[in-house]
């Protein structure tokens, strides 16, 4: 068991670049989920979905777009990247109430 | 949505004392409340939570107590040891099972 899987680790992209960070889980959970993490202000929810075919938005989903595109996998857009953008960004996963964490990537946007 | 709010932002303990941390929310119909530990570069791995029907739960060195009635809820750790440096963030439920979290408590344990 892998758990929550996460790529890539790091990326830098320069203003305006679009990218796609890709996660997968093989715990069968249902819901997934999207946060990103900023120095002082925790984890703050940016997308998720409760089953396959369903997504929503969290707390901060300005700039993004996200893809359930199977059980397993749960996909996070940036269609044209922002210095505002620059974090770490976290998948998780859950079948009751507990998430479970990928390892998370780390992005700039320059 | 909930609002989390946890504090001190930053403890620094001698090991061997006990640190506490305090989290106040916002939506009375939460029902679950996590704590997670999140060590340098690392991904956030879930320490001990609570359930709205509990108003303590323990696991050897640490330990969660939940006031629903003043909703808050507090992260007691005793005997600190250096390997319990590390940023600690609580959460609270919100909408059935989306998350909301604090922003964090960085631990220091000195030798």
């Known amino acids: 068991n892998a758990g929550v899987t996460q790529t890539p680790k790091f990326q830098v992209l320069k203003t305006g670049q679009s990218m796609t960070l890709q996660c997968a889980q093989d715990?069968?959970?249902?819901?997934m989920y999207w946060y990103r993490q900023d120095p002082g202000m925790g984890l703050r929810l940016i997308y998720y979905?409760?089953?396959?075919?369903?997504?929503d938005k969290g707390e901060v989903p300005n700039g993004y777009n996200v893809s359930r595109l199977n059980k397993r996998e749960f996909s996070l857009r940036l269609e044209s990247a922002a210095p505002s953008q620059t974090s770490v960004y976290f998948c998780?996963?859950?079948?009751?109430?507990?998430?479970?964490f990928g390892p998370g990537t780390r992005l700039t946007v320059l | 949505g909930e609002n989390v709010e946890q504090h001190p932002s930053t403890l620094s303990v001698q090991e061997g004392d006990s640190a506490v941390i305090k989290c106040t929310y916002s939506?009375?119909?939460?029902?679950?409340f996590p704590w997670y530990k999140q060590e340098l570069g690392k991904r956030p791995q879930l320490i001990i939570d609570?359930?709205?029907?509990?108003g303590e739960k323990k696991d050897q060195r640490i330990a969660v107590t939940l006031n629903k009635t003043a909703k808050h809820f507090s992260l007691h750790i005793t005997e600190t040891q250096p390997e319990d440096s590390a940023v600690y963030f609580c959460?609270?439920?919100?909408?059935?099972?989306?998350?909301?979290f604090g922003a964090g408590t960085t631990v220091t344990v000195r030798a």
């Open positions: 998780a996963s859950s079948v009751t109430n507990e998430q479970f």
């Open positions: 715990m069968n959970h249902n819901s």
């Open positions: 979905s409760a089953s396959e075919g369903t997504t």
């Open positions: 939506d009375s119909a939460s029902n679950y």
């Open positions: 609570i359930r709205s029907n509990v």
């Open positions: 959460a609270a439920t919100f909408n059935d099972y989306k998350l909301s």
